[in-house]
């Protein structure tokens, strides 16, 4: 089974500086390689999918990069409202695992 | 607008059973693939399940096997997890989600189980 290792499990930035996160498949996922967002209390949202097509209505600032097994989310200038978790999942074929998350909060 | 609502959750004891449900609104149901997904309280995301457009291919994740089963009803805009043997471990709050190409565009708001003597 395709292992999914984020990192770092929390990053401490501050507003309006970039952000950039790691996700690392224990295999090629080609560039099937989706990034999610999480809130307290919310259902993810879809951010990213095919390692660097931006979903429907997300904003420039999240851009994301890689193929194989190595795929980076950066976010460009952190606004208030992206500190959040962040997830990435691989969508070349099942089982579609998660990785761990990857914490966002303010510095 | 795409909507999907869960229902079914609750409180079980360990071997008990629960059938969860997902309404679909706001789309044309039948074309989708569908998925379950939860995340235990405080922890990451678990893919559980998927099924095809036609409910004739259906998957799931070991830690599940032959215990969960997923289905639909696409004239009902449905999706169902029937949930059997449940374990302490299966506490999570369980989302249903609409799938493209095996991502996840859009979620419901998640119902909770709780597997508890």
């Known amino acids: 089974e395709i292992m999914m290792t984020q990192s770092p499990a929390t990053l401490s930035v501050s507003p309006g500086e970039r952000a950039t996160l790691s996700c690392r498949a224990s295999?090629?996922?080609?560039?099937?390689l989706a990034w999610y967002q999480q809130k307290p209390g919310q259902a993810p949202r879809l951010l990213i999918y095919?390692?660097?097509t931006r979903a429907t209505g997300i904003p420039a600032r999240f851009s994301g990069s890689g193929s194989g097994t190595e795929f980076t989310l950066t976010i460009s200038s952190l606004q208030s409202e992206d500190f959040a978790v962040y997830y990435c999942q691989r969508h070349n074929d099942w089982p579609y695992t998660f990785g761990q998350g990857t914490k966002l909060e303010i510095k | 607008q795409v909507q999907l609502v869960e229902s079914g959750g609750g409180l079980v004891k360990p071997g008990g059973s629960l059938r969860l449900s997902c309404a679909a609104s706001?789309?044309?149901?039948?074309?989708?693939?569908m998925n379950w997904i939860r995340q235990t309280p405080g922890k990451g995301l678990e893919w559980v399940s998927s099924i095809n457009s036609r409910g004739d291919i259906k998957k799931y994740a070991d830690s599940v096997k032959g215990r969960f089963t997923i289905s639909r009803d696409n004239a009902k805009n449905s999706l169902y997890l029937q949930m059997n043997s449940l374990r302490a471990e299966d506490t999570a709050v369980y989302y249903c989600a609409r799938e493209t190409y095996g991502y996840n565009e859009h979620w419901g708001q998640g119902t909770l189980v709780t597997v508890s003597s």
């Open positions: 095919d390692a660097s």
């Open positions: 706001g789309f044309t149901f039948s074309p989708y693939y």
């Open positions: 295999q090629s996922l080609n560039n099937k």
